[in-house]
C-alpha cells in the first residue's frame, strides 16, 4: 500500500472537482465519502442530489475561513492531499476497511488525532476498487496549524502495519533515499511534448550516464553541457563551484526561461557536494592510452577490477558498511559504462540494467568511495576505450557483473535495505538476459567442439572430486558439453582441471545458480587469464620440446602444448 502526500495545494473545490468527476480517462465511477471528520454533518455529492461541491468545499475550509480573518494570517497552501492505493494483487476492501484505513492514515500523519475534536477537516474519498484519495484542510479547530513534519515517514510507517493487519502485499520501509516520483504536471508536459520520460527522469539518465567520463565535478559539467544538457551554475566569490541546476532543451516554465532543476531534487546523490566526494576519490590517471587501447583486453581488466568487488565486511557495521556501500555504488557505473560500450545487442538490457540498479547505489549508510577507486577506474576505461571486436571476454565480464549484482542484493537485504535489494534483484535479471545474449553463440561453439565420451567421462569424474555438492546439477546442465570442452581445452594448454573447477566453486556459490555449468564456464574462463602458478606443470612444459610456456585463453590452446596424461589412461583425443 502506498500513500505519497502530495504537495500542498489552495484550491479545495478544484481538488473535490477532479475527485468527484469522472478522471482523465473515465475511470472514477461512483465517487463517495467513505470516512471523514464530524461524518453527520458534512453534505457528501456522491450520496445527496442536493448538496453541491461547494457546499463541501466550505464546510472543509471553515477553520480556513476563520483563520484568515484575522491580521496577518492569511494563509495559501492549506489543502492536505493523499491517495491511498493497495496493490494490483491485493484483496478488495469494502467501504468500512477503507474507513478504518484513512482513520490511521490521518492519525499517523497528525491531521486527525484519536478523539481530538479540535483537529483539522478531512474526508477521504473513494472512487475506484483500488484507493481513496484523503483530502485535509490544514488549520484546525482551535486556529492552530497541524505538525506535520516528517508526516510522509510517518504515514508510511503506518501502510506498514495495515500491510500486516489487513494481510495484503507488504511493501519494503523507505529509507529517504529515493529520487523523486514524477509530478502529475512533470508526466502532462512530458506526454503533451511527445517525450517518453519526463524532464527529471532524462536529467538523471543524463548526469548517470557522464560520471563515468569525468574525473572532477568541473568535468561533470562541462560533459553535460556538450551533451546537449542546459547547466546553470552557482560560484563563491572564490570561483569554487557552490552549486549547479540543469534544464531539459525544451522545458520551459511559463515565462519562456528554462526549466532548473537542482541535481539534489533530480536523486538524492547527484547533489553538488554527493558527487564531489564521489569523483574525489577516484585514482589519478597514470597510463590513458596505452593500457586503454588494447580493445581485446578491455573487458579482461574490467572483469579483473571486478575480482575487488566484494560486500563480505564486518558484518557489525562501520568502515566495513562503508567500503560495501561504495562497491555498490562503483558497481553502479561500471554498470553505466558497459550500456555505453558494449555491442548495440545488448545495450537495451544493460542500459535497463544501470537504470535500475541506481536505486540500489543508494541507501543510509555513508560510502567510503576511496575503498572502490579501482572498479571506479575500471568504468573510465571502459568508456575511454577504443573500439574492438569482444570474443568471449565480454560474456565473462557480464557474467562477473551478474555474480557482483547478487552479491548486492544479498548485502541490502543483510541490512534491511528493502528497495534497493529488490532493485538490485531485478538488476540481476537485466544482466542474467544480457550474458545469455553474449555467450550464446560462443556455448554453441563450444558445445559443437565437445571432446569424445572417454574424455568427458574423465572430466565428469573430475566435476565430481571437485564440486561433489553440485556434481550432479552441473552434468545435467545443458551447458554440460561446453563445460567439458572448456576443460579439454584447459588441460590442453598445461592446466589441471580439477584446480579449475575448485578454484571457479570457490569463487562463486552455485547453490543459487539457475545453471551451474554455464556460470562455470565463465568463471574458469576468466581465472585462467591469471591462474594461480602451476610449478609443476611449468617446470615440465619448459622441459618439453615445446616452445617456452605462455599462458593462453583456454578457447585457444596453444599447438604444441601436449596435453597431461593420467597415470593408466590413454592420451586424451578431441
Known amino acids: 500500500m502506498i500513500a505519497p502526500i502530495k504537495n500542498p495545494g489552495s484550491n479545495t473545490r478544484g481538488l473535490l472537482a477532479y475527485l468527484y468527476g469522472p478522471g482523465r480517462h473515465d475511470e472514477h465511477r461512483d465517487p463517495h465519502i467513505v470516512a471523514g471528520f464530524a461524518m453527520l454533518a458534512m453534505p457528501d455529492p456522491g450520496r445527496d442530489e442536493n448538496a453541491t461541491l461547494t457546499q463541501l468545499a466550505r464546510y472543509l475550509d471553515e477553520p480556513v475561513r476563520l483563520r484568515n480573518s484575522e491580521p496577518g494570517k492569511k494563509l495559501t497552501d492549506h489543502v492536505w492531499h493523499c491517495p491511498v492505493r493497495a496493490a494490483p494483487e491485493d484483496r ?79 511493501l519494503g520501509t523507505g529509507d529517504r533515499t529515493a529520487e523523486r516520483r514524477p509530478t502529475q504536471a ?40 556538450a551533451d546537449g544538457v542546459e547547466v546553470k551554475i552557482r560560484r563563491f566569490p572564490s570561483g569554487d563551484l557552490q552549486g549547479y541546476s540543469v534544464a531539459r532543451p525544451g522545458d520551459l516554465k511559463a515565462n519562456g526561461q528554462p526549466n532548473y532543476i537542482p541535481g539534489g531534487k533530480i536523486a538524492p546523490d547527484l547533489s553538488l557536494p554527493k558527487l564531489q566526494a564521489l569523483l574525489a576519490a577516484g585514482r589519478p590517471e597514470e597510463h590513458p592510452t596505452a593500457r586503454r587501447n588494447k580493445p581485446a583486453t578491455r573487458w579482461q581488466h574490467a572483469t579483473n577490477a571486478l575480482d575487488t568487488f566484494t560486500t563480505d565486511h564486518d558484518t557489525a557495521g562501520g568502515s566495513g558498511d562503508a567500503r560495501a556501500q561504495a562497491h555498490i555504488t562503483a558497481l553502479g557505473e561500471l554498470i553505466e559504462a558497459t550500456a555505453q560500450t558494449a555491442p548495440q545487442d545488448l545495450r537495451a538490457e ?129 551447458s554440460w558439453p561446453a563445460l567439458a570442452t572448456v576443460l579439454a581445452d584447459a588441460e590442453a594448454g598445461g592446466y589441471i582441471p580439477r584446480q579449475l573447477l575448485t578454484e571457479a566453486a570457490a569463487r562463486r556459490e552455485l547453490g543459487s545458480a539457475r545453471l551451474p555449468a554455464k556460470v562455470l564456464i565463465a568463471r574458469i574462463q576468466h581465472t585462467s587469464y591469471n591462474p594461480a602458478p602451476n610449478r609443476t606443470v611449468e617446470a615440465a612444459l619448459l622441459r618439453s620440446s615445446a616452445a617456452p610456456f605462455v599462458r593462453h585463453h583456454i578457447t585457444t590452446p596453444p599447438p604444441t602444448t601436449k596435453a597431461r596424461q593420467r597415470p593408466g589412461t590413454q592420451p586424451r583425443h578431441r
Open 186 to 225: 512533470e508526466m502532462h508536459k512530458a506526454k503533451r511534448l511527445g517525450w517518453e520520460q519526463t524532464s527529471r527522469e532524462w536529467l538523471q539518465d543524463r548526469i548517470r550516464a557522464a560520471i563515468p567520463h569525468a574525473s572532477n565535478a568541473e568535468e561533470l559539467l562541462a560533459y553535460l553541457q
Open 350 to 478: 544493460l542500459r535497463a540494467a544501470a537504470k535500475i540498479f541506481a536505486r540500489a547505489q543508494r541507501s543510509q549508510i555513508s560510502a567510503d568511495h576511496s575503498a572502490a577507486a579501482g572498479l571506479r577506474q575500471a568504468a573510465r576505461d571502459l568508456v575511454h576505450a577504443s573500439r574492438g571486436k569482444d570474443g568471449s571476454t565480454l560474456a565473462v565480464f557480464v557474467a562477473a557483473l551478474v555474480w557482483a549484482a547478487i552479491l548486492s542484493q544479498r548485502w541490502h537485504t543483510a541490512k534491511g535495505h528493502a528497495q534497493q535489494a529488490e532493485a538490485a534483484r531485478r538488476t540481476v535479471q537485466h544482466l542474467q538476459a544480457a550474458y545469455d545474449h553474449a555467450a550464446a553463440d560462443q556455448l554453441a561453439f563450444l558445445a559443437q567442439r565437445q571432446p569424445k565420451e572417454q574424455t568427458r567421462n574423465t572430466l565428469a569424474s573430475d566435476v565430481r572430486a571437485a564440486i561433489p555438492d553440485h556434481a550432479t546439477r552441473i552434468l545435467a546442465d545443458p
Open 92 to 170: 478488495y476492501l469494502s467501504d468500512a476497511e477503507w474507513s478504518e484505513i484513512a482513520e490511521r492514515i490521518v492519525q499517523a500523519a497528525g491531521i486527525a488525532l484519536k478523539d481530538d475534536d479540535l483537529a483539522c477537516r478531512w474526508i477521504a474519498v473513494r472512487h475506484a476498487d483500488d484507493h481513496i484519495h484523503i483530502l485535509a484542510t490544514t488549520v484546525r479547530e482551535d486556529g492552530r496549524r497541524p505538525k506535520l513534519h516528517n508526516s510522509g515517514q510517518r504515514v508510511g510507517a503506518e501502510c506498514r502495519e495495515i500491510e500486516k493487519d489487513y494481510g495484503l502485499r507488504q
